[in-house]
């Protein structure tokens, strides 16, 4: 099956810092990455769609110049939460699928990496 | 805009048992897909089954069965003979189509599965 990797899993930072997480698409070229950010007990929320070679699509209400998606190649995006407080702390997941537009589709999903700001 | 319930929070059952989670959900396009999600203490996400909304008939995955109903709008998981590793969160979710362009899955709020020994 399709795999999706996340680097870190896992990071603690200080308030005011920038933290990069990377999604890798380990054996498929995926056209399309979603990034995901979970608080405890609660659903998935989506925070934007980034496609290869183009600007990330945001959700509403997600300050794209906080959450800087670069999704420079078929296989890797990357989310940078820039100047971290405590309240960007959450697990972020991102996914992938290899081509868009099929509603059956599957989206892959990484195993998530939980950003601590202290 | 879609959306997606899932009323029950948590539920506990006896192993062995089945297990109905219940999802609702909104929309207006005529086509869209419905997921199920298992989600473990790891975090990761697990696809369980998917639903077409023109699909004839009810999907099923092992012991995974979806009980489509579209006039009423509910895709509820149905859990057969259910063990103690299917502990987990639960995410109904909603696909629908936007052309070209990828489309987004929407997930539900959840459903806390404690399987019983």
């Known amino acids: 099956g399709a795999v999706v990797s996340q680097h870190p899993s896992w990071v603690i930072c200080k308030s005011g810092t920038s933290v990069k997480i990377e999604c890798r698409s380990l054996?498929?070229?995926?056209?399309?990455m979603f990034w995901y950010r979970q608080f405890p007990k609660q659903s998935l929320m989506l925070m934007a769609t980034?496609?290869?070679?183009?600007?990330?699509?945001?959700e509403q209400g997600v300050e794209k110049d906080k959450f800087l998606i670069n999704h420079a190649s078929l296989t890797l995006s990357t989310l940078t939460v820039t100047s971290a407080h405590p309240e960007d702390s959450s697990f972020y997941i991102c996914?992938?699928?290899?081509?868009?537009?099929?509603?059956?589709?599957?989206?892959?999903f990484g195993p998530g990496t939980r950003l601590t700001v202290l | 805009a879609q959306k997606i319930t899932q009323t029950q929070p948590g539920m506990f059952v006896q192993e062995k048992e089945a297990v109905t989670l219940d999802c609702t959900y909104d929309?207006?396009?005529?086509?869209?897909?419905l997921f199920w999600y298992k989600q473990p203490s790891s975090g990761e996400m697990i696809f369980l089954i998917y639903q077409g909304s023109y699909d004839q008939q009810n999907a099923t995955e092992g012991r995974y069965s979806l009980n489509f109903q579209k006039a009423r709008k509910s895709a509820n998981l149905v859990i057969s003979a259910s063990q103690l590793g299917d502990s987990a969160m639960y995410f109904c979710a909603m696909r629908e189509p936007r052309g070209s362009s990828a489309s987004k899955i929407i997930f539900g709020s959840g459903t806390r599965l404690s399987i019983r020994p």
């Open positions: 996914s992938a699928i290899k081509r868009p537009g099929g509603l059956k589709d599957t989206q892959y």
């Open positions: 054996d498929f070229q995926a056209t399309t």
């Open positions: 980034s496609n290869e070679g183009s600007k990330a699509t945001y």
């Open positions: 929309t207006s396009d005529p086509s869209y897909g």
